[in-house]
């Protein structure tokens, strides 16, 4: 198996005398070509161009996501701002409640915020020009090359999970492709493999095979354009590829928040900073267990932290299980009414009392999301205390 670093593209050749450089050029474009899947990102103007906006909103949504989830979120989306001057104008509430249950929250305050500078700094015309794209909030090196090449056919290589899989097996890399001189070299690669005159069709095309050919699990590996150079193939270790080092163990941590009751039955919510995680979604208020502390306890001590109050903490209101990208946790919920002090946080962040009805005006986590469907479930239950 070689090294990505060493890999000399014009030394592999498949059958017919197939080299690989002709396989990506060729057969894989025209293989897209037939096989491509009708998105509502890919429609084009009368003149055959797309609309940057609507190429780049899209790219955002489908970073850790799959197509069939971002479809629904897509054109709900672009129904309500149909141009990036729209999505300037909201404000991030209205933003973040139609992202709400996409996750990864971060790229849509992004967004939000680039839309801004697009509509203030561009005339809100997307920039073709690399420095003044990269220079907008969120974007990375693949958003760069994914918006830049389908949108104005800047020749620039994209490189996802997809993209790393595929070029992984056709060349059955030996490398750890989670390392990141491996990542650099596979840039490198993609490249010297991308064609410069239709550099937006060669992305896609090389995407598209991994999302439904090259896949993780099974691959279909009959129906690959790229079958006849393919490396992993010929070894029949497909799913050997790509080589991934082992990921550390995955961190848990309980919670335990509470849904303060006041007299009238509404129950208040806290808005999250902007710059921590799920900033700005809008939560009952809560935190981390410490280690040996009864969950009631946790739950009061973290209240009284939060938002200076006294609480007696009631009766549970659910236990949600919820994986992030990165650590796993389980929430316990408890009804809480206060006995001392008024609500106020050192931060500054607003809090509201609204109603049951209410919240489904404000955008929350998935795992607060679940609470809520409990309060729902249990609306007609006896106030207990």
Same mark, same amino acid.
């Given at each position: 198996?070689?090294?990505?670093?060493?890999?000399?593209?014009?030394?592999?050749?498949?059958?017919?005398?197939?080299?690989?450089?002709?396989?990506?050029?060729?057969?894989?474009?025209?293989?897209?070509?037939?096989?491509?899947?009708?998105?509502?990102?890919?429609?084009?103007?009368?003149?055959?161009?797309?609309?940057?906006?609507?190429?780049?909103?899209?790219?955002?949504?489908?970073?850790?996501?799959?197509?069939?989830?971002?479809?629904?979120?897509?054109?709900?989306?672009?129904?309500?701002?149909?141009?990036?001057?729209?999505?300037?104008?909201?404000?991030?509430?209205?933003?973040?409640?139609?992202?709400?249950?996409?996750?990864?929250?971060?790229?849509?305050?992004?967004?939000?915020?680039? !839309?801004?500078? =697009?509509?203030?700094?561009? /005339? &809100?015309? $997307?920039?073709?020009? +690399?420095?003044?794209?990269? @220079?907008?909030? *969120?974007?990375?090196?693949?958003?760069?090359?994914?918006?830049?090449?389908?949108?104005?056919?800047?020749?620039?290589?994209?490189?996802?999970?997809?993209?790393?899989?595929?070029?992984?097996?056709?060349?059955?890399?030996?490398?750890?492709?989670?390392?990141?001189?491996?990542?650099?070299?596979?840039?490198?690669?993609?490249?010297?493999?991308?064609?410069?005159?239709?550099?937006?069709?060669?992305?896609?095309?090389?995407?598209?095979?991994?999302?439904?050919?090259?896949?993780?699990?099974?691959?279909?590996?009959?129906?690959?354009?790229?079958?006849?150079?393919?490396?992993?193939?010929?070894?029949?270790?497909?799913?050997?590829?790509?080589?991934?080092?082992?990921?550390?163990?995955?961190?848990?941590?309980?919670? !335990?928040?509470? =849904?303060?009751?006041?007299? /009238? &039955?509404? $129950?208040?919510?806290? +808005?999250?900073?902007?710059? @921590?995680?799920? *900033?700005?979604?809008?939560?009952?208020?809560?935190?981390?267990?410490?280690?040996?502390?009864?969950?009631?306890?946790?739950?009061?001590?973290?209240?009284?932290?939060?938002?200076?109050?006294?609480?007696?903490?009631?009766?549970?209101?659910?236990?949600?299980?919820?994986?992030?990208?990165?650590?796993?946790?389980?929430?316990?919920?408890?009804?809480?009414?206060?006995?001392?002090?008024?609500?106020?946080?050192?931060?500054?962040?607003?809090?509201?009392?609204?109603?049951?009805?209410?919240?489904?005006?404000?955008?929350?986590?998935?795992?607060?999301?679940?609470?809520?469907?409990?309060?729902?479930?249990?609306?007609?239950?006896?106030?207990?205390?």
């Amino acid at each position: 198996m070689p090294s990505v670093a060493d890999l000399e593209v014009s030394a592999f050749v498949g059958s017919a005398g197939l080299t690989a450089f002709d396989a990506f050029q060729t057969r894989l474009p025209e293989w897209f070509d037939a096989a491509r899947r009708p998105m509502p990102w890919r429609e084009t103007d009368l003149e055959g161009k797309r609309d940057p906006y609507r190429v780049w909103i899209s790219e955002v949504m489908l970073q850790q996501t799959r197509v069939e989830t971002a479809t629904p979120y897509f054109l709900r989306f672009i129904d309500a701002f149909p141009t990036i001057e729209d999505v300037a104008q909201a404000p991030l509430d209205d933003v973040l409640k139609l992202w709400e249950g996409l996750g990864y929250y971060s790229r849509a305050r992004n967004f939000h915020r680039a !839309a801004q500078t =697009v509509t203030s700094e561009h /005339d &809100g015309v $997307v920039p073709s020009d +690399r420095d003044a794209f990269r @220079a907008l909030p *969120g974007v990375g090196p693949y958003t760069e090359a994914a918006v830049l090449s389908l949108a104005y056919g800047v020749p620039l290589a994209v490189l996802d999970g997809n993209v790393i899989r595929v070029l992984s097996r056709a060349f059955a890399l030996e490398d750890d492709v989670r390392l990141g001189p491996t990542k650099k070299a596979l840039q490198r690669l993609a490249d010297d493999l991308l064609d410069t005159e239709q550099p937006g069709r060669w992305n896609e095309s090389v995407m598209e095979l991994g999302a439904t050919i090259c896949t993780p699990k099974s691959p279909a590996c009959g129906h690959c354009p790229l079958a006849e150079i393919c490396q992993a193939r010929a070894l029949g270790t497909p799913e050997a590829f790509p080589v991934k080092s082992k990921r550390a163990p995955v961190p848990h941590y309980t919670i !335990a928040v509470g =849904v303060i009751e006041d007299d /009238d &039955g509404r $129950v208040l919510i806290q +808005r999250r900073p902007e710059d @921590a995680m799920l *900033g700005g979604l809008w939560e009952f208020p809560g935190g981390k267990q410490e280690a040996g502390e009864p969950l009631e306890d946790a739950c009061a001590r973290e209240l009284r932290e939060e938002l200076s109050i006294e609480v007696a903490v009631g009766p549970p209101v659910a236990r949600v299980e919820h994986a992030y990208s990165h650590f796993r946790i389980t929430m316990h919920a408890f009804r809480c009414r206060i006995l001392e002090g008024e609500p106020t946080t050192e931060t500054g962040q607003p809090w509201r009392w609204v109603t049951l009805d209410e919240l489904e005006d404000y955008a929350f986590p998935r795992a607060n999301r679940h609470v809520i469907d409990a309060l729902r479930d249990r609306v007609r239950a006896p106030r207990l205390f």
